[in-house]
Every structure is written in structure tokens, then in C-alpha cells.
Nanobody, 119 residues
Framework: QVQLVESGGGLVQAGGSLTLSCAVT????????MGWFRQAPGKEREFVAQ????????FYAGSVKGRFTISRDNAKNTVYLQMNSLKPEDTAVYYC????????????WGQGTQVTVSS
């Protein structure tokens, strides 16, 4: 089992920045990748960014590429999402999730943290 807890959400003006954190506990040695997702009101959850737990290769959704940066600190078992040049359309609940050995899907999810960008 892997447990994930997000933090760092809040209210920010358009053009501002915010950094989300995801603290990872449990069987961290089974993790293969970490991802950030978001869900806006009335919309489906969408992929934002991914980072491989080993090696650190990253992948971004087109809507955030160049503005958001995903990173991880394996020693602290924490994954970050640095969000710059925020837009009102970035408003959503942001979730971190993990994949583990033997699974191709995101099996473990945090409770989410609200990000609101005002215009």
C-alpha cells in the first residue's frame, strides 16, 4: 500500500505561482511513477504531469507544458508540482497519484488539494 497526501493549494491571482507537494508513505519501494491530475467543476479528471520514480524522466499535458514543473525528492519521499503563469482555467482540485510495480495504471490517489486562480 502507498499513501499520498497533497498540500499547498490555495487562492492565487492569474499570472501567479503556486507549488503543490505530495508526501508519499508506505511501500515507496514499489513506486514506478508519480503523477499529478486535476478535476475542474463539471469536468472529467485530466492528466497534468508525470515523473518516473527512478531516473526522473517527465511528461506533461500540452496545456501546462512550459508553465508547470514536476519534480521529486526521493530522500524526502515527496513529489512537487511547481505551477507558474497560472490561468483561471487552471482552477481545479489537484490530485497526486502513483503507479506501482506490476501495474500500468495509477492505483493510489491522494485526497486532493484545491487550487483557485482568480482573474
Amino acid at each position: 500500500q502507498v499513501q499520498l497526501v497533497e498540500s499547498g493549494g490555495g487562492l492565487v491571482q492569474a499570472g501567479g505561482s503556486l507549488t503543490l507537494s505530495c508526501a508519499v508513505t508506505g511501500r515507496t519501494f514499489t513506486i514506478t511513477a508519480m503523477g499529478w491530475f486535476r478535476q475542474a467543476p463539471g469536468k472529467e479528471r485530466e492528466f497534468v504531469a508525470q515523473i518516473r520514480w527512478s531516473g526522473g524522466s517527465t511528461f506533461y499535458a500540452g496545456s501546462v507544458k512550459g508553465r508547470f514543473t514536476i519534480s521529486r525528492d526521493n530522500a524526502k519521499n515527496t513529489v512537487y508540482l511547481q505551477m507558474n503563469s497560472l490561468k483561471p482555467e487552471d482552477t481545479a482540485v489537484y490530485y497526486c497519484a502513483s503507479t506501482v510495480v506490476g501495474s500500468a495504471t495509477y492505483d493510489y490517489w491522494g485526497q486532493g488539494t484545491q487550487v483557485t486562480v482568480s482573474s
